[in-house]
Every structure is written in structure tokens, then in C-alpha cells.
């Protein structure tokens, strides 16, 4: 098991930015999956982005595209999600994740360790 903890949460206003930070303890394999996924009140949990710490290939939900960046920094054992030109729509509680898979890759359910959760608030 590892455990996750996020950071970088904040308010802003619509156009802002934000860099959330994942700081995983324990071993993470080169081939796992490391996610941010995003959940507000009434609404499914959602992925927003992930990478493998291996290759550092990212992948994108279509509310990420254009304007979110994941990366994986092996060396600190931290997945970061640099949020650009962010809308009122983001505001959710931000999750990292670590999962496993080849398929449907932003799919919660791939996903077994999961952190607390860092609040996005973008409003103006």
C-alpha cells in the first residue's frame, strides 16, 4: 500500500492558476498509474489526468485537455497537476490516486490507494 498526501489546493479567480502536489510513501512501480481525479457535491468521481512514473506519459480527461499538465517526478515520488486558465466548472475536491491497468485508464475503479483530497475553489 501507498500512502498519498496532496497539497496545492487553493481559491482563485476564473483564469487563474494552480500546481497541486502528490507525495506518495511506499513503492511505486514504474508501470503503476498515478491519478488526479476530481469530485463535487451531487456529481460521480472524475478523472482528470494520469501518468506513468516510468515513461511520464500523460493521458487526459476532456475537461484537462488544453489546460492541465501531469508529470511524475521519480526522484520525489510526486505527481503534480499544473492547473492553467481554470473555470468556475473545476471547482471540486482534488484526489490523487495510484492504480494499475492498460485500459479505461481513468476509470476510479483501477485505482486502490487514494489521498484525502486538496479543495479547488475558483470563483470570482
Not at 498526501?5 to 513503492?27: I, K, N
Not at 489526468?49 to 526522484?75: E, H, L, M, Q
Request: some cysteine; overall charge neutral.
Amino acid at each position: 500500500q501507498v500512502h498519498l498526501e496532496e497539497s496545492g489546493g487553493g481559491s482563485v479567480q476564473p483564469g487563474g492558476s494552480l500546481r497541486l502536489s502528490c507525495v506518495a510513501s511506499g513503492y511505486v512501480r514504474s508501470t503503476d498509474l498515478m491519478g488526479w481525479f476530481r469530485q463535487s457535491p451531487g456529481k460521480e468521481r472524475e478523472g482528470v489526468a494520469t501518468v506513468r512514473p516510468g515513461s511520464n506519459t500523460p493521458w487526459y480527461g476532456d475537461s484537462a485537455k488544453g489546460r492541465f499538465t501531469i508529470a511524475y517526478n521519480n526522484a520525489k515520488k510526486t505527481a503534480y497537476l499544473q492547473m492553467n486558465n481554470l473555470k468556475p466548472e473545476d471547482t471540486a475536491l482534488y484526489y490523487c490516486a495510484r492504480g494499475q491497468g492498460d485500459s479505461d485508464i481513468l476509470n476510479p475503479a483501477l485505482y486502490n490507494d487514494w489521498g484525502q483530497g486538496t479543495q479547488v475553489t475558483v470563483s470570482s
